[in-house]
Each structure stands twice: as structure tokens, then as C-alpha cells.
T-cell receptor, first 118, second 114 residues
Framework: AQSVTQLGSHVSVSEGALVLLRCNYS??????LFWYVQYPNQGLQLLLK??????LVKGINGFEAEFKKSETSFHLTKPSAHMSDAAEYFC????????????????FGQGTILTVHP | KAGVTQTPRYLIKTRGQQVTLSCSPI?????VSWYQQTPGQGLQFLFE???????NKGNFPGRFSGRQFSNSRSEMNVSTLELGDSALYLC?????????????FGPGTRLTVL
């Protein structure tokens, strides 16, 4: 089984400050990890994903995340917050069935609401 | 290219009724997954369909069912609705089934059960 823990259900930053959203995962197989963003009354939009290769992943809107296997973490960062970044962010890990075959199942963390103050 | 569309966007039902939600994937995508989003339980996987076959199923009661048509459009059905079924139901499509295929999400159907 796989699981994701997002530390902090609410994070508040000032505009221009560093954004750091924390995500830790548990997986018995090499994980594929994702960060999604959800704006009010909308679906989820993919920010970035880690599959294999480079552990520092760059995404859209200036976000990036680093896969750290030793820490089982995949934290999301952005150097300078913008008002438009205010939204809910979800970390997710891809799923495998009991036979080890991967399917289109994402296991999500509980989400982190990011508030950006002027 | 049109995104994932879900109909209806909002739905109000009463306990005991049944409901059918529809999802049209991005053109060319053959995999459709469904998720339930609630404030208490967060985002939970319901099931995935690929080429009209259910590939994987989440931990939901049998009242929740789905199907996929030959054009990849998918429907999910919830029978004998309960108050706890009130949620945002999200559909996601991807080109094929697999771990790292990006899933594109629709805007969701907001179901309210009274």
C-alpha cells in the first residue's frame, strides 16, 4: 500500500516570500510522485511530476520539487510567492495493484491550503 | 484541444435516489479514472477504466459503479444515495493506463444529497 502525508493543512506566506509545502510518502516500490493544484470550484491541475532520473523537478508557474529517497520526501517550493498562487495543493503517489502492475490510481495527501498575504 | 468535460456540474438528489454522472475524456485518451473529494476524507480513488474494462477499484461499496463506452466516455452510477455521498466527483483522463501517465482532471460534478 502507498500513502502520502502533507505536513500542515494551512500555510500562510507574504507575497514575495518563499513557499514551502511539505510532502512525505510511503511506498514499498519505487514511487512516482505528483503535485497538483486546485483553485476554488475547479478540478486539479498538474504542477509537476517525478518519475525517474533527475531528482529536482521543475514545474509550471515557477514551482519545483526535490525527490529525496532517504527522507521519503517530495517537498514543493517556489522562491517568491504571488497572490495568484493562493489555492489548495495536493501531493500524490501513483498506485500499484497487488501484483505489482501499475494502474491509473493516484493516492493523495490531505491537501495544503496556501494563503498569500499582500 | 478540449479538456475533460463532466456533466452535470451540479446535482441535488434526495436519499434513496440514484444518480448517473458523465465524463468525456480528452480526445484520444483511453483511460478514465474517477475520484471522490470530500472535506473529511479528501480525495479518494473510485475506479479506473481502460478500453471499456475496469482496471482497478477503490474501497467503495457496491452502490458505486461505473462503465466506459467504446468512445472512451465514462459514466459512474451511485444507487441508493446516502447523505455521506455528498461530494465533488472528479473524473480524470490519460492517454493510456499506467503509473506515470499524466492524468488530466475535469472540473467535477458537485453532488448534494438531501
Amino acid at each position: 500500500a502507498q500513502s502520502v502525508t502533507q505536513l500542515g493543512s494551512h500555510v500562510s506566506v507574504s507575497e514575495g516570500a518563499l513557499v514551502l509545502l511539505r510532502c512525505n510518502y510511503s511506498s514499498s516500490v519505487p514511487p512516482y510522485l505528483f503535485w497538483y493544484v486546485q483553485y476554488p470550484n475547479q478540478g486539479l491541475q498538474l504542477l509537476l511530476k517525478y518519475t525517474t532520473g533527475a531528482t529536482l523537478v521543475k514545474g509550471i508557474n515557477g514551482f519545483e520539487a526535490e525527490f529525496k529517497k532517504s527522507e521519503t520526501s517530495f517537498h514543493l517550493t517556489k522562491p517568491s510567492a504571488h497572490m495568484s498562487d493562493a489555492a489548495e495543493y495536493f501531493c500524490a503517489v501513483s498506485g500499484y495493484n497487488a501484483g505489482g502492475t501499475s494502474y491509473g490510481k493516484l493516492t493523495f495527501g490531505q491537501g495544503t491550503i496556501l494563503t498569500v498575504h499582500p | 484541444k478540449a479538456g475533460v468535460t463532466q456533466t452535470p456540474r451540479y446535482l441535488i438528489k434526495t436519499r434513496g435516489q440514484q444518480v448517473t454522472l458523465s465524463c468525456s475524456p480528452i480526445s484520444g485518451h483511453r483511460s478514465v479514472s474517477w475520484y471522490q473529494q470530500t472535506p473529511g476524507q479528501g480525495l479518494q480513488f473510485l475506479f479506473e477504466y481502460f478500453s471499456e474494462t475496469q482496471r482497478n477499484k477503490g474501497n467503495f461499496p457496491g452502490r458505486f459503479s461505473g462503465r466506459q463506452f467504446s468512445n472512451s466516455r465514462s459514466e459512474m452510477n451511485v444507487s441508493t444515495l446516502e447523505l455521506g455521498d455528498s461530494a465533488l466527483y472528479l473524473c480524470a483522463s490519460s492517454f493510456t493506463s499506467g503509473t506515470y501517465n499524466e492524468q488530466f482532471f475535469g472540473p467535477g460534478t458537485r453532488l448534494t444529497v438531501l
